[in-house]
């Protein structure tokens, strides 16, 4: 049965490859011969052997997977690194403080001393990545149940994951599913754990425009920093010591300064993190209807009270950027998710798929499946709505993190807005979500305050308090409200098995490429702009001009630096490009991920994509879903002219 589900999916898969019109997809490297055509004919100018190769040097080698969910990408021979001003953040501002604020006015290291290293920070290069759905599927048959047959993969995977981890020190291995179970891959890594700062624009140019801008266009943020990796003398993973070396890659980026124009070929080649491509038009009403809405009004009250202090003091500023900047990017992003999924009307037209489906699959196995989802989606979705709701509460407040977890980190701890944070979340779980889905111990103590006020005196004022308060939480969550969520969602995904069998026998001339999981992938398309509504058309290139015309001196997330601006009164730098826009399909986790050219040399640094296409986790709409670069003609601009680090460039290779 296991055999011949893999022949089946491996034929459908071949058949589907070849048949790609818009420029969506997110494709695996290793089989990415399956694309090359499709991708020549488009303007690339490279082999598939260039972009993905076991036996020799190739792109892929020049790709990190970055902490623990970016992208990053080599661009010197010894060991230099790009990736996001935002994927560095929370390093930056470790490093900062009042008297050196890192964040506001940027660092650059001027020599390899200087250089800063990052404790628990690592870079995950991509040795290999093998099928090896055969191995993870032996011995599963239809006659087992559920239970034994998640207990048989699991069992598999451990052996594969354990045979491959004790081949090399340095090595680390991981087995993913694609298509719901359908396939499995192997992915190798080597882990360096020695990667120290090197260099990070000031804020007002790497987080320019702050939360406003963020998701927008046009778009105008230096959203770059850089790190160097390090190696002990034989080049192999080691733990931060003075004695490292600069790393030597096996490959790294040659970097092109002729830019961009609109209909230039463009590939994004990183680590996107997750996608839902192919899901029940029950799931998309849930996140449209109920997740969304609800997650965005939650974190608008986290986020009004910690601007509120962090506007009345520096320190308080740098302690939460990080988790500002956190909470903020998904409530920004899920905003524009749902308007995107109500504009394009995404579940009538999933509905109306589904009964076509239903239509073609009647009277072979995959009849009622679609049903089949929407009663395990109608027995899910209250109970997640709780589970969300504790994430988005509760599990919120830090006092309640710190009750339970000694070496919390309260270095970047402020309690007056952790008080007023408890006051609301608590409010909101409590007013918003039925009784039977809060602990015992959260009732009864809800009858011996006066207020939410009151209790929240009591919790900040006793450990014991705070302690039984999170203890409730916590157990009452992690054993009667994640448990059947997981259950249920197994339940899901494995009718999503035979769903996804079933859509690609229905549409054999479509493209299917895998949900994204945070593993190595390629999307093509073209520098394109776009039209947001009527009689609007946005232009795919941002300039420094567009900078100026935002700068204001009063206003935190728009204050250039005094150097930018003088620069630009000199003149002759108007239109020194920032930004653009292309057609990749990406998604989080391909913030920092290498913009390619035709060549395959480097012409920008991914970050972000417009805030009218973030539904596209869900439904690409190629009118629409566009992808925001750095243009790397601004990054090297910033290095040399406000950065005084032109060194730099000194070890980097440039395209003639």
Partial sequence: ?????????????????????????????????????????????????????????????AIVLFGSGCTGELVSDEGLLFTNHHCGYSFIQSHS???????????????RSEELPN????????????????????????????????????????NIVQKESNKEKGITAQVNALYYGNQYFLYVFKVYRDVRLVGAPPSSIGKFGGETDNWMWPRHTGDFSIFRIYADKNGNPADYSPDNIPLRPKKSFTISRSGVKEGDFTFVYGCPGSTQEYVHSEDVRYIQDVSDPEKIALRTIRLNLMKKYMDQSQAVRIQYSSKYASVANAWKKWQGEEKGLRKNRVVPVKQDYEARFEAWAAGTRFEGITQRLAQLYAARNPIFRAYEYYRETVLTIEKLQMARNPRFNKKDYYQPIDEEIFVAMMTAFDQSLDDVYKPQFFLDRRGQYSSMEAWKDAVFASEDEAKALADALNDFFYASIAPPVAELNQSINLVYRDYMQGQMEFERERSFYPDANLTLRVAYGHVKGYRPADAIY????????????????????????QALRDIY???????????FLATNHTTGGNSGSPVLNAEGNLI??????VWEGTMSDLVFDPE?????????????????????????????????
């Fill in 604 to 609: 920008g640094i991914n970050f972000d994509r």
């Fill in 119 to 158: 404790p628990g920070l690592t870079v995950r290069f991509l040795e290999r990545m093998d099928d090896v759905t055969a191995l993870v599927l032996k011995g599963v048959t239809s006659k087992l149940d559920q239970e034994k047959q998640a207990a048989l993969i699991k069992k598999n995977i451990d």
């Fill in 538 to 561: 946005y232009q795919p290139v941002s300039t420094l001009r567009g900078i100026i015309e935002k700068d204001n001196p009063d206003i935190f997330d728009y204050n250039i630096p």
């Fill in 624 to 656: 629409i879903c566009r992808n925001i670069s750095l243009d790397v003609r601004y990054l090297l601009f910033i290095i040399d002219k406000i950065g005084h680090a032109g060194y730099l460039l000194d070890e980097m290779h440039f395209a003639e």
């Fill in 1 to 61: 049965m296991a055999m011949k589900r893999i022949f089946l999916l491996g034929a459908l898969l071949l058949a589907a490859a070849v048949h790609s019109k818009a420029d969506e997809g997110m494709w695996l490297p290793s089989l990415i011969s399956q694309r090359i055509a499709d991708m020549q004919a488009k303007g690339l100018k490279l082999s598939a052997e260039d972009l993905y190769s076991v036996n020799s040097s190739s792109l892929k080698d």
């Fill in 97 to 111: 403080s009042v008297e050196h604020d890192y964040l506001k006015d940027g660092f650059w290291a001027l020599n």
């Fill in 569 to 579: 009164n000199e003149g002759g730098y108007e239109d020194q490009p920032v930004c």
